[in-house]
């Protein structure tokens, strides 16, 4: 079975500094790892994805993230965040066997302040 | 490019009734999977299809079914609805099953059930 685990409901931050938010999976299987984000009133938008190789990716928007298979982890990171960043985040996990069956963490509210 | 398209954005049903939801996957898309977004357990997998064939199915009663047509367009149905089934319905459609977690999501279906 797998499972993803998104550390912060929610995160603040002001505008143009760096963010963080954390996302870690378990799994018994080699994995693929996404992030999404959904703005209000609409459906989800890939990011990123870590389907092999460089364990650093990067996406849209300015966001990158670091796969990490020791820890576990695949935290995405901004180094200077917008208001327009503000959303909800989910990271999810798959695997080739699985297909589009994704499982998806709770999410994070990134609040953006100005 | 269209997006994925959802039809109804919005409906509201009783207890008993059942409800059918539609999506148009991406043009040349064949691939449409079906999610269950609610605050309570956040994002959850339902049913995928390709050509018109159930792929992998989630963890939900035999009451939530689905299908596919030929043209890819793909219908989910919820029979004998329940308060609990009152939730955001997302379609997501991607090229091939090869391309695992690399979904394109529609606006979703809010179903309501009273």
């Known amino acids: 079975a797998q499972s993803v685990t998104q550390l912060d409901s929610q995160v603040p931050v002001f505008e143009e500094a760096p963010v963080e938010l954390r996302c870690n999976y378990s799994s018994s299987v080699s994995v693929y790892l996404f992030w999404y984000v959904q703005y209000p009133n609409q459906g989800l938008q890939l990011l990123l994805k870590y389907l092999s190789g460089s364990t650093l990716v990067k996406g849209i928007n300015g966001f990158e993230a670091e796969f990490n298979k020791s820890q576990t982890s695949f935290h995405l990171r901004k180094p200077s965040v917008h208001i327009s960043d503000t959303a909800e985040y989910f990271c999810?996990?798959?695997?080739?066997?699985?297909?589009?069956?994704?499982?998806f963490g709770a999410g994070t509210i990134l609040r953006v302040k100005s | 490019k269209a997006g994925v398209t959802q039809t109804p954005r919005y409906l509201i049903k009783t207890r008993g009734q059942q409800v059918t939801l539609s999506c148009s996957p991406i043009s040349g898309h064949r691939s449409v999977s079906w999610y269950q977004q609610t605050p309570g357990q956040g994002l959850q997998f339902l049913f995928e299809?390709?050509?018109?064939?159930?792929?992998n199915k989630g963890n939900f009663p035999g009451r939530f079914s689905g299908r596919q047509f030929s043209n890819s367009r793909s219908e989910m149905n919820v029979s004998t609805l329940e308060l609990g089934d009152s939730a955001l319905y997302l379609c997501?459609?991607?090229?091939?099953?090869?391309?695992?977690?690399?979904?394109?999501f529609g606006e979703g279906s809010r179903l309501t059930v009273l």
């Open positions: 299809y390709f050509s018109e064939t159930q792929r």
């Open positions: 997501a459609s991607s090229s091939t099953p090869d391309r695992a977690g690399e979904l394109f």
């Open positions: 999810a996990v798959t695997a080739p066997e699985y297909g589009n069956k994704l499982v």
